[in-house]
Nanobody, 120 residues
Framework: QVELEETGGGLVQAGGSLRLSCAASGRTFSNYGMGWFRQAPGKERGFVARFSWSGNTYYADSVKGRFTISRDNAKNTVYLSMNSLKPEDTAVYYC??????????????WGKGTLVTVSS
């Protein structure tokens, strides 16, 4: 059984920073495409950042230069460092593994999500 658990969400003022963590258990994900998606109220789940199978990183245009995805394979953990947060970044952030399509938010494994709220 594969499990992904996100932590690190919370309330932050605009311009602030947060770091999300995603701990994976049940399988080693060093060679899997892992990443982050988010879903704002009333909107569909959308791509934020990801690792490809080869280890390259990709970002949504809306977060480029502000968010950084990183990983610690020894801990089976993926991180999302978020800086210069904006109110429009408010969403539930989901960790995903074995991503099939970023555009359609398709992945074989999902965490339960962690809420990030950015106040203006």
């Amino acid at each position: 059984q594969v499990e992904l658990e996100e932590t690190g969400g919370g309330l932050v003022q605009a311009g602030g920073s947060l770091r999300l963590s995603c701990a994976a258990s049940g399988r080693t994900f060093s060679n899997y495409g892992m990443g982050w998606f988010r879903q704002a109220p009333g909107k569909e789940r959308g791509f934020v950042a990801r690792f490809s199978w080869s280890g390259n990183t990709y970002y949504a245009d809306s977060v480029k230069g502000r968010f950084t995805i990183s990983r610690d394979n020894a801990k089976n953990t993926v991180y999302l460092s978020m800086n210069s947060l904006k109110p429009e970044d408010t969403a539930v952030y989901y960790c995903a593994a074995d991503i099939q399509s970023s555009a359609s938010a398709s992945a074989n494994y999902w965490g339960k999500g962690t809420l990030v709220t950015v106040s203006s």
